[in-house]
């Protein structure tokens, strides 16, 4: 008895993704569909995540130190970016913290660019690898000089700086036990510091 095997099915084609604009979320706005704050990352709409304690616990006590160390009117957090060039359609980052070169208060029209900050800071639980990768992609084509990403569940920092062609060149993972000084800065800030008492 011959048995005859059906021909393999013809496989999927990838399902498109849509990659919105600036724009396109900006007529979504007026619609009341996208009321949540969000993100707009490589054309990807990505809505706020509920902070859990331990992430807004470590941003309060960086936001404190930051002000400590700079003064309140060159810290800003969770306020929008502006990305400029290509990158500028599709990306709308807002930062968890941002160290500024100069005052707010010379910027009254405009969100800060790249060329404005000496630091931008992510507080990443469930965002860690994605602040790793594509955000960290996406800053330094737009040239942010220092760019922080604080691990608070492994309860570290990685220092990402010196980009160079799309690309941060220089990467340091700084332990619980570390510290790490920013240019300008008058003391070296303790990395166990910026996280909730261990229990």
């Known amino acids: 008895m011959t048995t005859t095997l059906a021909a393999p099915y013809a496989p999927l084609p990838n ?3 849509r990659l919105f604009s600036r724009t396109d979320c900006e007529e979504i706005e ?4 996208l009321s949540l704050p969000y993100e707009l990352i490589e054309g990807e709409i990505i809505e706020a995540m509920p902070y859990h304690r331990p992430h807004a616990y470590t941003l309060m006590e960086l936001t404190i130190r930051m002000i400590q160390l700079f003064g309140a009117e060159f810290v800003q957090s969770q306020m929008p970016m502006e990305i400029m060039g290509e990158d500028a359609v599709h990306n709308f980052p807002i930062p968890d913290l941002v160290l500024l070169k100069q005052s707010f208060r010379t910027l009254p029209y ?3 660019q790249a060329s404005d900050m000496k630091l931008l800071v992510e507080v990443s639980d469930s965002t860690l690898a994605s602040d790793l990768t594509t955000k960290a992609r996406l800053f330094a084509r737009a040239g942010v000089p220092l ?3 604080i691990d608070v569940n492994e309860r570290r ?4 700086s010196e980009p160079e062609e799309g ?3 220089r990467r340091e993972e700084i332990a619980e036990t570390g510290t790490i000084l920013i240019e300008g800065g008058s003391e070296s800030l ?4 910026l996280f909730p008492p261990k229990p």
């Not at 007026?30 to 569909?33: A, M």
């Not at 920092?157 to 990402?160: P, Q, R, V, Y």
Request: without cysteine; positive net charge; glycine residues 4%.
């Open 15 to 17: 399902p498109r993704r």
């Open 30 to 33: 007026k619609t009341g569909v």
């Open 110 to 112: 405009t969100h800060p």
């Open 147 to 149: 760019y922080w990403i």
């Open 157 to 160: 920092l990685f220092a990402l």
């Open 167 to 169: 690309e941060y060149t």
């Open 190 to 193: 303790s990395i166990a510091s």
